[in-house]
Protein backbone atom coordinates (compact mmCIF):
# COMPACT_ATOMS: atom_id res chain seq x y z
CA UNK A 1 0.00 0.00 0.00
CA UNK A 2 0.97 3.65 0.13
CA UNK A 3 3.17 4.20 3.21
CA UNK A 4 6.19 6.43 4.88
CA UNK A 5 8.95 3.89 6.49
CA UNK A 6 11.66 6.03 8.50
CA UNK A 7 14.89 4.31 10.47
CA UNK A 8 14.04 4.15 13.79
CA UNK A 9 15.51 5.88 16.55
CA UNK A 10 16.25 6.97 18.92
CA UNK A 11 19.56 8.82 17.27
CA UNK A 12 22.24 10.16 19.69
CA UNK A 13 24.85 12.27 18.38
CA UNK A 14 27.28 14.51 19.29
CA UNK A 15 27.05 18.13 18.72
CA UNK A 16 28.62 19.35 14.80
CA UNK A 17 28.17 15.40 13.99
CA UNK A 18 27.22 14.62 10.45
CA UNK A 19 23.22 13.53 10.59
CA UNK A 20 21.36 10.93 8.19
CA UNK A 21 17.74 9.83 8.76
CA UNK A 22 16.47 7.73 6.33
CA UNK A 23 13.22 7.79 4.92
CA UNK A 24 11.64 6.03 1.85
CA UNK A 25 7.98 5.65 0.88
CA UNK A 26 5.68 3.23 -1.33
CA UNK A 27 3.27 5.17 -3.77
CA UNK A 28 1.55 5.12 -7.17
CA UNK A 29 2.68 8.19 -9.11
CA UNK A 30 5.03 10.90 -7.52
CA UNK A 31 3.81 12.37 -3.85
CA UNK A 32 4.97 15.11 -2.78
CA UNK A 33 7.34 14.67 -0.06
CA UNK A 34 8.38 16.64 3.17
CA UNK A 35 10.15 16.52 5.83
CA UNK A 36 8.78 17.75 9.66
CA UNK A 37 10.00 18.58 12.74
CA UNK A 38 8.24 18.43 16.68
CA UNK A 39 10.56 19.95 18.91
CA UNK A 40 10.04 19.10 23.02
CA UNK A 41 6.30 20.03 24.04
CA UNK A 42 5.46 21.62 20.94
CA UNK A 43 3.25 20.81 17.26
CA UNK A 44 4.99 19.09 14.35
CA UNK A 45 6.21 22.20 11.86
CA UNK A 46 7.09 21.86 8.61
CA UNK A 47 11.37 21.86 8.07
CA UNK A 48 11.23 21.18 4.48
CA UNK A 49 9.55 19.83 1.10
CA UNK A 50 9.55 18.52 -2.76
CA UNK A 51 7.38 18.10 -5.12
CA UNK A 52 9.14 16.18 -7.88
CA UNK A 53 11.88 13.99 -8.66
CA UNK A 54 15.43 15.18 -8.13
CA UNK A 55 14.17 18.47 -6.20
CA UNK A 56 16.22 19.21 -3.22
CA UNK A 57 14.30 20.71 -0.21
CA UNK A 58 16.43 22.62 2.57
CA UNK A 59 15.79 24.70 5.45
CA UNK A 60 18.03 25.54 8.30
CA UNK A 61 20.81 23.07 7.16
CA UNK A 62 18.62 20.23 6.59
CA UNK A 63 18.51 19.28 3.28
CA UNK A 64 16.76 15.97 1.71
CA UNK A 65 16.59 15.04 -1.83
CA UNK A 66 14.03 13.40 -3.81
CA UNK A 67 14.85 10.38 -5.09
CA UNK A 68 12.42 8.70 -7.77
CA UNK A 69 14.80 5.75 -8.32
CA UNK A 70 15.35 4.25 -5.05
CA UNK A 71 12.10 5.92 -3.60
CA UNK A 72 13.82 8.05 -0.63
CA UNK A 73 14.13 11.47 0.82
CA UNK A 74 16.65 11.00 3.73
CA UNK A 75 17.23 13.95 5.97
CA UNK A 76 21.10 15.17 6.32
CA UNK A 77 22.62 17.75 7.83
CA UNK A 78 26.24 18.42 7.86
CA UNK A 79 27.02 19.43 11.69
CA UNK A 80 23.99 18.79 13.85
CA UNK A 81 23.60 21.50 17.48
CA UNK A 82 22.26 20.87 20.49
CA UNK A 83 19.37 23.09 19.25
CA UNK A 84 18.47 20.47 16.83
CA UNK A 85 17.17 17.68 19.29
CA UNK A 86 14.42 16.64 18.14
CA UNK A 87 11.51 14.07 16.74
CA UNK A 88 11.77 14.24 12.69
CA UNK A 89 8.76 12.75 10.79
CA UNK A 90 9.09 12.34 6.92
CA UNK A 91 5.48 12.43 5.15
CA UNK A 92 3.83 12.36 2.11
CA UNK A 93 0.83 14.04 0.56
CA UNK A 94 -2.06 11.35 -0.46
CA UNK A 95 -5.23 12.85 -1.91
CA UNK A 96 -4.99 16.02 0.06
CA UNK A 97 -3.99 14.20 3.10
CA UNK A 98 -0.37 13.95 5.05
CA UNK A 99 0.89 10.09 5.84
CA UNK A 100 3.57 10.18 8.58
CA UNK A 101 6.32 7.36 9.11
CA UNK A 102 7.29 6.77 12.25
CA UNK A 103 9.14 9.35 13.16
CA UNK A 104 12.36 9.65 14.52
CA UNK A 105 14.01 11.01 17.36
CA UNK A 106 17.26 13.18 17.84
CA UNK A 107 19.15 14.06 20.74
CA UNK A 108 22.53 16.12 20.53
CA UNK A 109 24.50 16.06 22.89
CA UNK A 110 27.42 18.63 23.82
CA UNK B 1 -1.38 35.16 14.64
CA UNK B 2 -2.58 32.10 16.27
CA UNK B 3 -2.78 29.99 13.48
CA UNK B 4 -4.75 26.66 14.84
CA UNK B 5 -6.00 26.35 18.67
CA UNK B 6 -6.56 23.30 20.41
CA UNK B 7 -8.10 23.25 23.99
CA UNK B 8 -7.82 22.06 26.62
CA UNK B 9 -3.57 21.24 26.42
CA UNK B 10 -4.04 18.36 29.61
CA UNK B 11 -7.26 16.36 30.30
CA UNK B 12 -7.80 13.26 32.26
CA UNK B 13 -10.71 11.15 31.91
CA UNK B 14 -12.10 8.13 33.41
CA UNK B 15 -13.33 4.83 31.85
CA UNK B 16 -16.74 5.59 29.63
CA UNK B 17 -16.60 9.17 30.33
CA UNK B 18 -17.13 11.86 27.24
CA UNK B 19 -15.32 14.86 26.15
CA UNK B 20 -15.05 17.07 23.08
CA UNK B 21 -11.10 18.18 21.95
CA UNK B 22 -11.69 21.67 20.75
CA UNK B 23 -9.43 22.99 17.81
CA UNK B 24 -10.05 26.35 15.74
CA UNK B 25 -8.13 27.86 13.03
CA UNK B 26 -8.05 31.50 11.82
CA UNK B 27 -6.24 31.01 8.74
CA UNK B 28 -9.47 30.58 6.59
CA UNK B 29 -8.05 26.81 5.67
CA UNK B 30 -10.11 25.03 3.88
CA UNK B 31 -8.72 21.54 4.95
CA UNK B 32 -9.11 19.85 8.34
CA UNK B 33 -7.55 17.07 10.25
CA UNK B 34 -7.37 15.10 13.64
CA UNK B 35 -3.93 13.42 14.08
CA UNK B 36 -3.57 11.06 17.46
CA UNK B 37 0.38 10.19 18.52
CA UNK B 38 1.49 7.06 20.36
CA UNK B 39 4.65 6.74 20.99
CA UNK B 40 6.71 5.12 17.95
CA UNK B 41 3.69 5.23 15.80
CA UNK B 42 3.98 8.19 14.60
CA UNK B 43 0.85 10.16 13.77
CA UNK B 44 -2.13 8.35 12.48
CA UNK B 45 -5.46 10.25 10.65
CA UNK B 46 -8.77 10.13 12.54
CA UNK B 47 -10.72 12.65 10.62
CA UNK B 48 -10.32 15.19 8.09
CA UNK B 49 -12.71 18.04 6.69
CA UNK B 50 -12.23 19.45 3.44
CA UNK B 51 -14.59 22.43 4.12
CA UNK B 52 -17.55 23.46 6.30
CA UNK B 53 -20.67 20.16 6.17
CA UNK B 54 -17.48 17.59 4.97
CA UNK B 55 -15.98 15.17 6.83
CA UNK B 56 -14.59 11.59 6.08
CA UNK B 57 -12.83 8.97 8.15
CA UNK B 58 -9.12 8.96 8.02
CA UNK B 59 -6.92 5.47 9.36
CA UNK B 60 -8.39 4.86 12.81
CA UNK B 61 -11.70 6.70 13.46
CA UNK B 62 -13.48 4.14 15.88
CA UNK B 63 -14.53 5.44 18.98
CA UNK B 64 -14.34 9.61 17.63
CA UNK B 65 -17.04 11.44 16.17
CA UNK B 66 -16.50 15.01 14.17
CA UNK B 67 -18.49 17.88 12.89
CA UNK B 68 -17.08 20.94 10.86
CA UNK B 69 -20.42 23.52 10.99
CA UNK B 70 -17.79 26.29 10.22
CA UNK B 71 -14.88 26.98 8.60
CA UNK B 72 -12.60 27.81 11.63
CA UNK B 73 -13.73 24.62 13.72
CA UNK B 74 -13.36 21.16 13.76
CA UNK B 75 -14.24 19.73 17.20
CA UNK B 76 -13.39 16.25 18.12
CA UNK B 77 -16.12 13.73 20.37
CA UNK B 78 -14.83 11.18 22.21
CA UNK B 79 -18.09 9.45 23.53
CA UNK B 80 -17.15 6.83 25.36
CA UNK B 81 -13.37 6.93 26.86
CA UNK B 82 -11.52 4.09 26.52
CA UNK B 83 -7.70 3.42 27.80
CA UNK B 84 -7.53 3.02 24.32
CA UNK B 85 -8.01 6.51 23.73
CA UNK B 86 -4.82 7.54 25.98
CA UNK B 87 -2.87 9.75 23.12
CA UNK B 88 -1.87 12.92 22.10
CA UNK B 89 -4.00 14.92 19.66
CA UNK B 90 -3.24 17.00 17.23
CA UNK B 91 -5.21 19.14 14.75
CA UNK B 92 -4.16 20.62 11.94
CA UNK B 93 -5.19 22.66 8.93
CA UNK B 94 -4.29 23.59 5.30
CA UNK B 95 -5.30 26.20 2.70
CA UNK B 96 -5.78 23.55 0.03
CA UNK B 97 -5.05 20.12 0.92
CA UNK B 98 -5.57 19.09 -2.72
CA UNK B 99 -2.72 20.86 -3.86
CA UNK B 100 0.35 18.27 -4.49
CA UNK B 101 2.50 20.73 -1.98
CA UNK B 102 0.40 21.62 0.67
CA UNK B 103 1.60 22.69 4.21
CA UNK B 104 -0.13 21.59 6.83
CA UNK B 105 -0.24 23.78 10.26
CA UNK B 106 -0.28 21.99 13.12
CA UNK B 107 -1.62 23.28 16.86
CA UNK B 108 0.03 22.62 19.94
CA UNK B 109 -1.67 19.30 20.56
CA UNK B 110 -3.79 18.06 23.71
CA UNK B 111 -2.17 14.89 25.98
CA UNK B 112 -5.47 12.49 26.69
CA UNK B 113 -5.46 10.29 29.68
CA UNK B 114 -8.28 7.38 30.18
CA UNK B 115 -7.78 6.12 33.35
Known amino acids: GNSVTQMEGPVTLSEEAFLTINCTYT??????LFWYVQYPGEGLQLLLK?????DKGSNKGFEATYRKETTSFHLEKGSVQVSDSAVYFC?????????FGQGTELSVKP | NAGVTQTPKFRILKIGQSMTLQCTQD?????MYWYRQDPGMGLKLIYYSVGAGITDKGEVPNGYNVSRSTTEDFPLRLELAAPSQTSVYFC??????????????FGQGTRLTVV
Open chain 1, 50 to 54: ATKAD
Open chain 1, 27 to 32: ATGYPS
Open chain 2, 92 to 105: ASSPLGGQLDTEAF
Open chain 1, 91 to 99: ARNQGGKLI
Open chain 2, 27 to 31: MNHNY
